[in-house]
């Protein structure tokens, strides 16, 4: 939905974060002027986003044409025109005060006074930047992360000037083109996202100049054992070694030997084919990798590296973020998924450890080498004087103990009772991760069951579920793998009847969720399927077993040897869901199917619930027998006697329970 007092909106610069900005705001239903420098810049930014539009378009991820999206866009080289009728002006010019303050002060003078002025930059400061206006209270910091149309994040901070209502409506403004924003209150070097993610490369840089680890050993370990996306070696030579330098060198802080090394001989990473791994030629493809080069750790380098020292350094800048009132537990938590794909934010982190655990380390850590960044942040050393040292002791970042809080579902049960169970975490297509699992069963287990009429799963986002987290398949003990299907057992035999809501992908762990439901309903173009086995495992949440007495032994071991994947029709024709439908029907048809839910008895649905899924475990005679008594036992409640009466009233009938 449209911010209102948002109409049109600027975007000065047309590179690959401004062109990502513009079609975004366009595909939000902003008008937008995209100005650069040069008519080629502007035209090659406009070609982009027009090549974009149609991928999109293709893929069915917009509502409207491509063509009806560029419209919304115009493009100029004068940057007076391109803000004069703007409510909304977002600069993504190079990194460098200079140009950043030139292009500030020249957008303030033409622009109307109510506009808002906002920087894409991602470590200048807010308040130097605002500096260069007469209109600092309505400057803000609108910190998008590349690419713009894929990262959801948006880091809105605070400069010493800005305004509650100017950040206020830069917030509501991102969440208008479907991004998260979280705050950043204080205009902090790195804001919240970079000033915990640098030490995660930085602290592995430091280890290695001193002799005291290898590159592979760390970025193994913090794979394989801790469930990172990369490594951080491999990330520093992904992002540029040259990033991490100036924001440690702009900080005044000091930068590790090895990290300062590759900068002066222009070894950056894979950008000059060379960094911390070679990757040949100054190849980035696959191809090179394939030849011998680039990244080659595997899981049996981690040795001995030590996890905890990288991971409570983190957890510390976090603490500082918090005790500084820059950033809230969830608001760092957000972002460090969103913006850094990490597997779960550092506060979480940190109270699944033990923040005693953490401070001990550091403390350790600081007699040791005596470096800043050791030094245990005021606030972390609070909660652990206070006890308050983590989930086991019942609080730490977060509190556990009344209401724990869910990081990755969000839940509402609405007036008719539908508990509506949204599966979020996008960043990773929704794969479910222990905590996913864990939220989900104490959930069903904790909600009162009399409140809730029917249950609806779906996943926020471009996908139902993609699967099992599978990052912490090598970090976890057997033994509590094993335990995994407790939760979609719980689901399984929760007492109201439970639908699946599916779109997008719906494999591995996320098909078992679904077939834990008692109804399924996919869209026609979403891929479902078992790919456990191209994994070299198997499904572990009850695949196995529920498919087989769903579609039959031969459909099943199919499915499950091949690792097949198909498309909604399949699997409404195998008999894997009850209804696939257009994408634009999906909404309407389950909304018809819990309607049916809500206004049925709800003593027999649970009686059917029961006696269909203990049957089969049954003899036919005894399968029968419990279906007769249970029958026996309906007719003497008073939802039978009001079915009766409505019947011969010819009256929809308004069963209570009882």
């Excluded at 990502?20 to 100005?35: K, L, N, P, W």
């Excluded at 009772?417 to 069903?444: A, H, K, P, Y």
């Excluded at 035999?493 to 439970?498: A, G, K, L, N, S």
């Excluded at 087989?548 to 029709?569: N, P, S, W």
Aim: with cysteine; glycine share 8%; charged share 30%.
């Amino acid at each position: 939905m449209k911010v209102d007092t948002v109409q049109r909106v600027a975007v000065l610069g047309a590179g690959s974060m401004g062109h990502g900005i513009a079609e975004i705001a366009a595909i939000g239903g902003y008008d937008v002027t995209m100005r650069d420098i040069e008519e080629e810049f502007v035209q090659e930014g406009y070609d982009d986003i027009e090549w974009s539009l149609e991928k999109l378009e293709a893929k069915g991820r917009i509502e409207e044409s491509a063509e009806a999206v560029l419209e919304r866009i115009t493009t100029t080289t004068h940057l007076a025109d391109a803000v004069a009728d703007a409510d909304l002006v977002i600069e993504a010019v190079p990194e460098q005060l200079e140009i950043k303050e030139d292009t500030f002060s020249t957008a303030d003078e033409h622009a109307p006074d109510h506009a808002i002025l906002a920087s894409n930059t991602s470590s200048l400061s807010i308040s130097d930047i605002a500096a260069a206006t007469d209109r600092p209270e309505q400057v803000v910091g609108m910190h998008f992360f590349n690419p713009p149309v894929k990262m959801d994040l948006v880091e809105v901070t605070y400069g010493e000037a800005t305004t509650d209502e100017t950040a206020k409506l830069a917030y509501e403004w991102a969440e208008s083109v479907d991004k998260r924003p979280i705050y950043v209150r204080k205009d902090v070097h790195g804001f919240v996202v970079n000033t915990v993610l640098v030490p995660f490369m930085e602290e592995a840089a430091w280890m290695l100049s001193n002799d005291e680890t290898t590159v592979q050993e760390a970025d193994s370990a913090m794979v394989y054992e801790r469930g990172y996306p990369m490594g951080p070696f491999e990330l520093n030579d992904f992002g540029g070694i040259d990033i991490a330098y100036h924001f440690r060198d702009e900080s005044g802080q000091p930068v590790p030997p090895a990290i300062e090394e590759n900068v002066e001989n222009d070894d950056l990473g894979r950008k000059s084919g060379r960094g911390f791994y070679d990757y040949g030629d100054g190849e980035t493809s696959e191809t090179s990798q394939a030849d011998g080069d680039g990244v080659d750790y595997q899981p049996e380098d981690a040795g001995n590296y030590e996890t905890l020292r990288t991971e409570a350094v983190m957890i510390n800048k976090a603490a500082w973020l918090v005790g500084n009132d820059v950033a809230t537990p969830e608001e760092i938590d957000i972002g460090l998924r969103l913006g850094g794909s990490f597997p779960e934010g550092m506060c979480r982190r940190g109270d699944r450890l033990g923040l005693d655990i953490v401070l001990e380390r550091l403390e350790s850590l600081y007699e040791e080498y005596g470096a800043e960044r050791y030094e245990p942040a005021d606030y972390l050393v609070e909660l652990v004087e206070e006890g308050w040292t983590g989930e086991d002791a019942g609080k730490g970042f977060f509190d556990y103990r009344v209401d724990p809080p869910t990081h990755y579902i969000n839940w509402d049960i609405d007036d008719d009772g539908v508990l509506t169970i949204e599966l979020d975490r996008q960043e990773r297509m929704n794969s479910m991760s222990d905590d996913m699992f864990m939220e989900i069963d104490r959930l069903l287990k904790d909600v009162d069951v009399e409140e809730v009429s029917c249950v609806v799963f779906e996943g926020a986002g471009r996908a139902f579920s993609s699967g099992a987290d599978i990052t912490g398949f090598t970090a976890d003990d057997p033994a509590e793998i094993m335990d995994v299907d407790e939760m979609f057992q719980t689901i399984y035999e929760f007492d109201r009847p439970t639908v699946a809501k599916i779109h997008g992908f719906c494999l591995g762990a996320g098909i078992e969720l679904a077939l834990a439901c008692d109804i399924r309903v996919a869209t026609e173009d979403a891929t479902i399927g078992t790919p456990e086995t191209n994994l070299g495992v198997i499904p572990g949440g009850g695949a196995t077993q529920r498919l087989v007495r769903l579609v039959g032994e031969a459909r099943t071991k199919e499915m499950i040897y091949r690792a097949m994947q198909f498309d909604g029709e399949q699997a409404e024709g195998w008999g894997i869901v009850n209804h696939a439908v257009p994408a634009a029907d999906l909404e309407d048809t389950v909304d018809d199917i819990v309607d049916d839910l809500v206004s049925g008895p709800p003593i027999a649905l649970k009686a059917a619930k029961q006696v269909i899924q203990d049957g089969p475990e049954a003899s036919l005679e005894t399968a029968l027998a419990i279906e007769k008594q249970a029958f026996a036992v309906l007719t003497t409640t008073d939802d039978m006697l009001e079915g009766v009466t409505a019947f011969r009233e010819d009256r929809r009938p308004e069963f209570k329970g009882e």
